[in-house]
């Protein structure tokens, strides 16, 4: 992995194949590695940036608060040092947080914006569900026991029965996590204050905004609030996934984007 440093902090991340430049902002649970499969696929037409926020993956880890607009901060100092003009930004929960962010403070580099499973504001479920994610983590010290507590939270009734080996597979990658406790703690605070639901309408670049039915974190409710927000914007819906519907009807999801890529990319 390649490093920048901003401030006090390393922030490693993955610059790799050609074309478009595209930033790719992973969620409050993982890293830069929960892109994986979207980067094989991806970097045969786009340059992928993917990088760890300070506080997660192999990214300088320090027990202190932050919010999402210090994460964006940090990202945007990022592809200024790349020399990185215009790009796609596509984040993933947390990581669309951020990509709201860093579109309203640097409207001039975004071509267009992909927010997955994300919102500009949590409803009180949401954080409640938060809140008890970080209670078990916290009361436990196990990451383990928190996969197995969160998983639930992450795919649906029926892709939890469905696919049992699938769901086992997402709890050993959640609980094989060495991050510091507080590092989590710290970002889940920052995103359940995550509210710029009144700024949303100043993004005017092309918006996608791809949404699980069944997500307790960024379902309907939340994804209306964006909707009547954004001046630009098309939404994609995966009436019978969950927050990870990226895993869940990935084949579809990866057409999708496919097809955004295309139109939004310039020739």
């Known amino acids: 992995m390649k490093s920048f440093t901003v401030g006090p902090y390393e922030i490693k991340y993955i610059d790799v194949g050609n074309g478009f430049p595209t930033l790719l902002i992973h969620g409050l649970a993982g890293d830069h590695t929960g892109w994986n499969g979207q980067i094989e696929t991806w970097s045969n037409q786009l340059r992928l940036i993917a990088p760890d926020t300070r506080g997660a993956g192999v990214s300088t880890q320090i027990d202190e608060p932050v919010t999402i607009e210090q994460l964006a901060d940090d990202f945007i100092a990022l592809i200024d040092s790349l020399g990185v003009q215009k790009l796609h930004i596509v984040g993933r929960s947390m990581g669309g947080s951020i990509a709201q962010w860093i579109a309203l403070k640097r409207p001039e580099k975004v071509q267009s914006l992909v927010l997955l499973a994300s919102c500009g504001k949590f409803d009180h ?60 703690k710290a970002q889940n605070i920052a995103v359940r204050n995550h509210d710029i639901l009144h700024r949303l309408k100043d993004i005017d670049c092309p918006v996608l905004v791809m949404s699980g039915g069944q997500d307790p974190l960024g379902g309907p409710i939340l994804t209306g609030w964006m909707l009547d927000r954004f001046p630009n914007v098309k939404h994609i819906e995966f009436k019978q996934s969950s927050h990870f519907f990226l895993m869940e009807e990935h084949n579809l999801f990866m057409q999708h984007m496919n097809d955004w890529f295309i139109q939004h990319t310039p020739k």
């Open 125 to 184: 479920l949401a954080i409640r569900t938060l809140e008890n994610m970080l209670d078990v983590l916290e009361l436990t010290g196990s990451w383990a026991r928190h996969a197995k507590h969160s998983v639930a939270n992450f795919v649906s009734h029926r892709f939890f029965n469905e696919e049992a080996e699938r769901v086992k597979k997402i709890e050993e990658l959640i609980g094989s996590s060495n991050r510091m406790i507080a590092c989590y």
